[in-house]
């Protein structure tokens, strides 16, 4: 419901751990993640990742063609207390030298370093590298400037490799500061041949092309990953998902940008009650109270409560069970509560927690669509966009040409626009919502499963207390 909004929270307050490893020396690669503030009480997950060499120099950019040689700074080890010095002039930065072998935070919320593997080979695979912040749940956008993208790597443990790379783009105010546009494609499968060793791939495509990049390995019983040229690739248990090798070729797959003619355009009724009844219809209408808990990367936790009569939106973040962080628009009131302390929203935090009543499944609310209903639809290929605005700030629905609803993009205050796509729908009480939702910035990683969803639970006043009192 709020859950999109709550991963927003989620990135603005906690330093997570991501994976795992096994080995006590710094001579290698350690992976994982932390989670950062933005200047605007948002957040963004930053993924690490540190090749510690013997002779004390480190590099965090193993996408580039040296990052065997190339050093991004110095380190120490004192005491168990490894510090990096980095030559940019960042701010240096100490873990703790665990006895598992594991790099431990020693400052902020907490956050672990693993260390992975160099491999020979590899069983077969299916991995995905999503460039996204993500969510799940009958809700709305979270904050993600720019576009979604998905890559699948297969590999079939023989030598033979396949690709696949998909994206939602264009998602921006135009010149004039009008609508938000975005459309679906397919940008392309490649397939060919590939080695591993000493830390590297060698990619051999189907057209001939050669490409060698870093490369290493984190097993089932760890984190099942990957990481290909610095970048965190996931184990895929879809097997419907996965590329075709073609040997030999190089497969590509054209972007449809065809657009069907103005005048053929679906009025926003039309689509609203196409959307409705796929999604529920006059059960959605029946809704008055949310509850929805869902996971996070784990050990983070988020639950949206929503009391649409009373305009009353709640959004908590827990870690491993201990409440971080709490915040609640009352009507045209709301605070914050973060480690004890409290302080108002500012008017774009109202207005973004506001504003989660206007997409996803809720937004189809007969109390709530009045505002989609005065929209303007355009064509994205076979697809269609709904473009409407809530006082200043501009929203808008993507809707597939089957008339499923595939995501929902907002935009506060004249901000970059933010962009959340919907997956894995199931069937409650005659309401079909996304258990995922999957929203991107461009380059990061969140991801958020539902794991329970009440409707029309009693929100007593116990329910919106300020957390001590």
Same mark, same amino acid.
């Not at 859950?3 to 001579?27: E, M």
């Not at 979270?142 to 790379?165: C, H």
């Not at 004039?176 to 546009?181: A, D, E, H, K, S």
């Not at 940008?257 to 009650?273: I, M, Q, Y």
């Given at each position: 419901?709020?859950?999109?909004?709550?991963?927003?929270?989620?990135?603005?307050?906690?330093?997570?751990?991501?994976?795992?490893?096994?080995?006590?020396?710094?001579?290698?690669?350690?992976?994982?993640?932390?989670?950062?503030?933005?200047?605007?009480?948002?957040?963004?997950?930053?993924?690490?990742?540190?090749?510690?060499?013997?002779?004390?120099?480190?590099?965090?950019?193993?996408?580039?063609?040296?990052? @065997?040689?190339?050093?991004?700074?110095?380190?120490?080890?004192?005491?168990?207390?490894?510090?990096?010095?980095?030559?940019?002039?960042?701010?240096?930065? @100490?873990?703790?030298?665990?006895?598992?072998?594991?790099?431990?935070?020693?400052?902020?919320?907490?956050?672990?370093?693993?260390?992975? @593997?160099?491999?020979?080979?590899?069983?077969?695979?299916?991995?995905?590298?999503?460039?996204?912040?993500?969510?799940?749940?009958?809700?709305?956008?979270?904050?993600?400037?720019?576009?979604?993208?998905?890559?699948?790597?297969?590999?079939?443990?023989?030598?033979?490799?396949?690709?696949?790379?998909?994206?939602?783009?264009?998602?921006?105010?135009?010149?004039?500061?009008?609508?938000?546009?975005?459309?679906?494609?397919?940008?392309?499968?490649?397939?060919?041949?590939?080695?591993?060793?000493?830390?590297?791939?060698?990619?051999?495509?189907?057209?001939?092309?050669?490409?060698?990049?870093?490369?290493?390995?984190?097993?089932?019983?760890?984190?099942?990953?990957?990481?290909?040229?610095g970048e965190f690739y996931f184990r895929n248990e879809d097997d419907k998902e996965?590329?075709?090798?073609?040997?030999?070729?190089?497969?590509?797959?054209?972007?449809?940008?065809?657009?069907?003619?103005?005048?053929?355009?679906?009025?926003?009724?039309?689509?609203?009650?196409?959307?409705?009844?796929?999604?529920?219809?006059?059960?959605?209408?029946?809704?008055?109270?949310?509850?929805?808990?869902?996971?996070?990367?784990?050990?983070?936790?988020?639950?949206?409560?929503?009391?649409?009569?009373?305009?009353?939106?709640?959004?908590?973040?827990?870690?491993?069970?201990?409440?971080?962080?709490?915040?609640?628009?009352?009507?045209?009131?709301?605070?914050?509560?973060?480690?004890?302390?409290?302080?108002?929203?500012?008017?774009?935090?109202?207005?973004?927690?506001?504003?989660?009543?206007?997409?996803?499944?809720?937004?189809?609310?007969?109390?709530?669509?009045?505002?989609?209903?005065?929209?303007?639809?355009?064509?994205?290929?076979?697809?269609?966009?709904?473009?409407?605005?809530?006082?200043?700030?501009?929203?808008?629905?993507?809707?597939?040409?089957?008339?499923?609803?595939?995501?929902?993009?907002?935009?506060?205050?004249?901000?970059?626009?933010?962009?959340?796509?919907?997956?894995?729908?199931?069937?409650?009480?005659?309401?079909?919502?996304?258990?995922?939702?999957?929203?991107?910035?461009?380059?990061?990683?969140?991801?958020?499963?539902?794991?329970?969803?009440?409707?029309?639970?009693?929100?007593?006043?116990?329910?919106?207390?300020?957390?001590?009192?």
């Amino acid at each position: 419901m709020t859950k999109n909004l709550l991963l927003f929270l989620c990135l603005f307050i906690v330093k997570t751990s991501l994976v795992c490893a096994q080995s006590p020396t710094l001579n290698g690669v350690y992976i994982g993640a932390e989670l950062y503030n933005t200047p605007f009480n948002g957040m963004q997950i930053n993924n690490i990742v540190i090749s510690f060499r013997s002779d004390g120099t480190f590099n965090n950019a193993l996408n580039q063609a040296d990052w @065997k040689t190339k050093s991004s700074g110095s380190y120490t080890v004192k005491n168990n207390l490894v510090q990096l010095t980095f030559k940019n002039g960042d701010e240096s930065k @100490k873990y703790k030298l665990a006895a598992n072998g594991h790099l431990e935070s020693t400052a902020g919320i907490k956050h672990t370093l693993y260390k992975v @593997k160099k491999v020979t080979v590899i069983p077969a695979g299916l991995y995905e590298k999503r460039s996204a912040s993500t969510s799940g749940g009958i809700g709305t956008g979270m904050p993600a400037v720019g576009a979604f993208s998905s890559d699948l790597i297969y590999f079939d443990g023989k030598g033979n490799f396949s690709t696949e790379r998909s994206s939602v783009v264009g998602v921006t105010g135009d010149a004039v500061g009008g609508t938000i546009g975005g459309k679906f494609e397919k940008n392309g499968k490649t397939s060919g041949t590939y080695k591993l060793g000493d830390g590297e791939i060698t990619l051999t495509f189907g057209n001939g092309t050669v490409a060698k990049q870093s490369f290493f390995y984190s097993p089932p019983n760890e984190e099942d990953l990957i990481l290909l040229n610095g970048e965190f690739y996931f184990r895929n248990e879809d097997d419907k998902e996965k590329p075709a090798i073609t040997q030999g070729t190089t497969v590509s797959s054209k972007t449809n940008t065809s657009k069907p003619a103005t005048t053929g355009l679906p009025a926003p009724a039309s689509l609203l009650t196409q959307l409705r009844a796929h999604y529920g219809g006059e059960n959605i209408d029946k809704l008055t109270t949310v509850r929805e808990t869902a996971t996070v990367t784990g050990n983070m936790q988020i639950i949206a409560l929503t009391d649409i009569l009373n305009n009353r939106i709640r959004a908590e973040v827990r870690q491993n069970g201990k409440l971080l962080l709490v915040k609640q628009l009352d009507g045209n009131e709301g605070w914050q509560w973060m480690n004890g302390t409290k302080k108002p929203l500012t008017q774009d935090e109202k207005d973004e927690l506001t504003l989660s009543l206007y997409q996803g499944i809720l937004g189809l609310h007969k109390k709530l669509n009045s505002s989609f209903l005065t929209g303007t639809v355009s064509a994205s290929g076979d697809d269609y966009i709904v473009t409407f605005y809530r006082s200043k700030n501009k929203l808008l629905y993507l809707i597939g040409s089957d008339y499923s609803l595939k995501g929902n993009a907002y935009s506060i205050n004249s901000a970059p626009a933010n962009i959340s796509i919907y997956k894995d729908f199931t069937k409650a009480n005659g309401i079909t919502y996304p258990a995922t939702t999957e929203s991107s910035d461009g380059k990061n990683k969140l991801v958020s499963n539902t794991t329970s969803i009440e409707f029309n639970p009693v929100l007593t006043e116990d329910s919106w207390k300020m957390p001590g009192s």
